[in-house]
């Protein structure tokens, strides 16, 4: 079994920053990809970026260039530093991550509980 605890979300005006930390722990034998999902009011779950075990990246257009997305690999984390965020960046974000886990070593996605970012003057 793998939990996923998120935090650094909260309020912040237009224009502003956060960073959002997802670390990963329980039975694991190794963590693969790593990613950030946001839902918005009325919306679906979207990828908004993503990162491979070889530290690929991949980003949802409408965030390239203000978003990052990193990795710990020792401490099990990934991150999202988010910069000049808008009031569309609403929205609950959930970490995503596939891992093997287990006396078996399945492969699973694993969901954090998520976390409101809400963009507002």
């Known amino acids: 079994q793998v939990q996923l605890v998120e935090s650094g979300g909260g309020l912040v005006q237009p224009g502003g920053s956060l960073r959002l930390s997802c670390a990963a722990s329980?039975?694991?034998?190794?963590?693969?990809?790593m990613g950030w999902y946001r839902q918005g009011p009325g919306e679906q779950r979207d990828l908004v970026a993503h990162?491979?075990?070889?530290?690929?990246?991949k980003y949802e257009d409408s965030v390239k260039g203000r978003f990052t997305i990193s990795r710990d690999n020792a401490k099990n984390t990934v991150y999202l530093q988010m910069n000049r965020l808008k009031p569309e960046d609403t929205a609950v974000y959930y970490c995503?991550?596939?891992?093997?886990?287990?006396?078996?070593?399945?492969?699973?996605?694993?969901w954090g509980q998520g976390t409101q970012v809400t963009v507002s003057s």
């Open positions: 329980g039975s694991i034998r190794s963590v693969l990809a």
């Open positions: 995503n991550v596939l891992a093997s886990a287990g006396p078996r070593g399945y492969e699973y996605d694993y």
């Open positions: 990162i491979s075990s070889g530290g690929s990246t």
